[in-house]
T-cell receptor
């Protein structure tokens, strides 16, 4: 089945130690998103790629970076994780076409910062 | 800007009860509307969607109708099951082509007791 895959499902890192989360998709969608979701809150968009075109949200901290080496993969890099970055990180994809606004989400990676 | 107002939770119902979760929105134009469901520890799953006024989205016994006149997209189910226990998010997507950003409601936690 076509899907959005996130690895790992759980990630533990130390305060200040860089960490990378990965997302892959078999949907061949041209848009990929990264969201941060804290407990009992709605997901918050960090940034998205339209093909290789990177779009950062104005309030996304500089500590968060992203890479998209090809259509299928997208990475979230947290350069110096703080305790406040502990959250669920969700990857989503969509196909940019009229009438095709639906975003499809992966299972998420839960990040714990010690 | 766009916004989604969702019924405050948590909501607790007995099995086989009727469910309504209210959702209203503010947006210019005609956004697409979505209900996503999130089970514990999982990502968001698309439950149903509607892309134009008077459209009814339906899936797994859940229904919601896009009401332009009342700017609403209330979620309903005639007989809930324990397996429906989850957090439900109402969302809308940007109306402009190329602006697929999702605006989420705050989420409603639903618990079904046997």
């Amino acid at each position: 089945d076509a899907m959005v895959i996130q690895n790992p499902r759980y990630q533990v890192t130390q305060f200040g130690k860089p960490v990378t989360l990965s997302c892959s998709q078999t949907l061949n969608h041209n848009v990929m998103y990264w969201y941060q979701q804290k407990s009992s809150q709605a997901p918050k968009l960090l940034f998205h790629y339209y093909d290789k075109d990177f779009n950062n949200e104005a309030d996304t901290p500089d500590n968060f970076q992203s890479r998209r080496p090809n259509t299928s993969f997208c990475f979230l890099d947290i350069r110096s994780p703080g305790l406040g970055d502990a959250a669920m990180y969700l990857c989503a994809t969509s196909r940019r076409a009229r009438g095709e606004e639906t975003q499809y989400f992966g299972p998420g990676t839960r990040l714990l910062v010690l | 800007g766009d916004s989604v107002t969702q019924m405050e939770g948590p909501v607790t119902l007995s099995e086989e009860a009727f469910l309504t979760i209210n959702c209203t929105y503010t947006a210019t134009g005609y956004p697409s509307l979505f209900w996503y469901v999130q089970y514990p520890g999982e990502g968001l799953q698309l439950l149903l969607k509607a892309t134009k006024a008077d459209d009814k989205g339906s899936n797994k016994g859940f229904e919601a109708t896009y009401r332009k006149e009342t700017t609403s997209f209330h979620l309903e189910k005639g007989s809930v099951q324990v397996s429906d226990s989850a957090v439900y998010f109402c969302a809308l997507s940007g109306v402009n082509f190329g602006n697929e950003k999702l605006t989420f409601g705050t989420g409603t936690r639903l618990t079904i007791i046997p």
